[in-house]
Each structure stands twice: as C-alpha cells, then as structure tokens.
C-alpha cells in the first residue's frame, strides 16, 4: 500500500494524530472496503481521537475524499507518466521502464487503483478524473512509441495495448506466479515492440525485480 509520508508534526494540544495518519487510514478503508466507509466518525474511533482532530486538519468529508484523489493521481498517474517520458536507447528499455510500475506497487498500487474505479463507478466527477489519468497515462505511452519512430496510429494502438492489457491484469484478478510473469518477459517485449530483446535487456528488467522484492516491493 502506497502511503503518503508524515510531512508534519501533530497539532498542539491533546491533538494524537497526524493529517496523515487520517490520510493513510481513510486510503486503507477505501482500499478494503469502498469509499461510503470512508467516514468521519469510524475513522475517528480508529485513530482513538475526536472528531475536532479531523476537522482541525479537513474542511469536510469531501475535502479528505479530495486528498485521497491527489494523493492517486500523485503516486499511481505520475509513475506511469514519469517512466514513459524517460530516455531510452531502445523501445524494448523504454516499455521495460513502464514495466517498473507493474513490479513494483511503491510505484503503482494496483488495489488503490482499483479501489477508485469503483468509486467512480458512483461519482459521476470521478469518472471524469479516472478518464483524465487514463487519457494521461495513456498519451505518455503513445509519445514514448513516437520518439522511437513509430506512426502516430501504430503508437496510439500500442499503447492502448500496453495499458489496457495491465489494466486489466488487476481488474481480473489475475494470480500469476512472478517466476511465471518473468518467464514470459521477452515474449511480451516482443509483442509490445515487434522487437526481439537482448538477453541484457531481460536480465536488466530480471535484477530489477529482485531489488524490488528484496526492498518490500510486491511485484505482481
């Protein structure tokens, strides 16, 4: 689970807890249980503080609703579009870039992820921030196929296929072994690039999965 990292120090007084100590609360009770849990009063009782903590931090409910949207579009969108825009020799080491985020759920929470398309699925508002990321997210992709030289149209479907396909990973759930996912790594740079890859390359992508692991990454 992503978390935001204390940047301040409680409020004087008997105030117990954080702004983020509410944020990343509110952000693991969106994750497990949906956003009409996400409520004052529980999370309060959580925390082991009143209420007058919360509003001394948030406006409203709204308002910390609003912070988990920045926080989403600050961790899961900013990762993706960040690796995309990197410098790369090759194709085949800038889709491994984007890869990144798959294997490593510091970068890219998939749950988070999650969790907010359901909640669009009820805010007709935050439908229309999934659709801005995705937008986002997406044109990143397709600009990384362009510098490598391919039409606009042929970059345009390829990063559709990247992205949705990942996307669609999480959405089904899927339980892969990561020994299995690594396994087919050069197959799937091949059918995202039309590239064949270097056995470098594949040991590249390779060493960055173990560090993630061992640095409490759960590439997935």
């Not at 491994?96 to 508002?125: G, H, I, K, T, Y």
């Amino acid at each position: 689970m992503i978390k935001m990292a204390p940047q301040e120090e409680p409020a004087s007084g008997n105030v117990k807890v954080t702004r983020w100590d509410w944020i990343n609360l509110a952000l693991e009770v969106l994750v497990t249980d949906g956003v009409e849990s996400v409520r004052i009063l529980p999370l309060g009782e959580r925390l082991g503080v009143s209420r007058s903590s919360f509003y001394h931090y948030f406006d409203s409910r709204q308002d910390l609703l609003d912070r988990l949207l920045d926080h989403w579009r600050d961790t899961n969108t900013k990762a993706i579009v960040e690796r995309a825009s990197r410098p790369s020799e090759t194709i085949v080491r800038g889709v491994m870039n984007v890869f990144e985020c798959w294997a490593d759920e510091r970068l890219f929470d998939p749950r988070f992820d999650f969790a907010v398309r359901e909640w669009a699925r009820r805010s007709p508002e935050v439908r229309r921030i999934i659709d801005a990321a995705d937008e986002q997210r997406l044109g990143a992709i397709r600009d990384m196929y362009r510098r490598h030289g391919y039409s606009d149209e042929d970059a345009f479907i390829r990063a559709r296929v990247l992205y949705y396909m990942q996307i669609g990973y999480y959405v089904l759930d899927l339980k892969e072994p990561l020994e299995a996912r690594l396994s087919h790594l050069a197959a799937y740079l091949r059918s995202f690039t039309g590239l064949e890859p270097t056995e470098a390359d594949v040991a590249h992508f390779s060493a960055f999965v173990g560090r993630s692991v061992k640095r409490g990454g759960t590439a997935g």
